[in-house]
């Protein structure tokens, strides 16, 4: 199962409390478990067949409705609740290599919660670990592209995404964590002609 498949839940237009919780996603992914004391929540947006929906940590059976909250002055402006924080900020894993990837890869699933059609980004990316057939390669040295994670000081965790959407392109993404919170950098590293659209 995807995590997308979790929240293609029927919805009126606008913002409003997402019937789907964050935390049924987050048993999708193993070594990983939100701080005590806190639970994470989701509002989704619907205009037409469009999604969007923004995912916040908030001290646990806090879920406010959407005209109780702030509005943040970005695209859709979005419902932030009082005290809510990102959802990297709670995260807590048992310090296996599969908890990094975990939580890389259960971010990035959050930054894009209840998003459908033209609200994708993430979702249209595929993870890889073979080199596709007919693309230009920007670098070109015995590319692993098996998903790795690096210990030590700081750990790094490092993917690679093929997406197809309008232009054929290949992605090196890495993740460099301090406790389990991340900056993360992408990279476009190959390309292969014209995709699809949406």
């Not at 890389?104 to 919660?113: A, G, P, Q």
């Amino acid at each position: 199962m995807k995590a997308e498949d979790l929240w293609r839940v029927p919805a009126k237009q606008g913002w409003q409390k997402s019937p789907v919780s964050p935390m049924d996603v987050l048993k999708l992914f193993k070594g990983i478990k939100i701080k005590d004391g806190f639970e994470l929540i989701a509002y989704i947006f619907r205009k037409g067949l469009n999604g969007n929906g923004v995912v916040w940590a908030v001290p646990e059976g806090y879920f406010p409705e959407v005209d109780e909250c702030e509005r943040l002055d970005e695209f859709l402006n979005p419902p932030k609740p009082d005290n809510a924080i990102s959802p990297m900020h709670v995260i807590e894993g048992d310090g296996s290599p599969e908890s990094y990837i975990h939580t890389s890869i259960f971010i990035r699933e959050m930054w894009e919660f209840g998003a459908l059609w033209h609200g994708l980004s993430w979702g249209l990316h595929e993870i890889i670990d073979y080199e596709p057939e007919g693309f230009e390669w920007h670098e070109k040295v015995d590319l692993d592209l098996q998903p790795k994670v690096i210990m030590g000081e700081k750990i790094k965790v490092e993917f690679f995404t093929l997406c197809e959407f309008i232009e054929r392109a290949v992605y090196r993404h890495e993740d460099i964590f301090e406790g389990y919170v991340f900056d993360s950098r992408r990279e476009l590293i190959a390309t292969g002609g014209r995709g699809y659209v949406l």
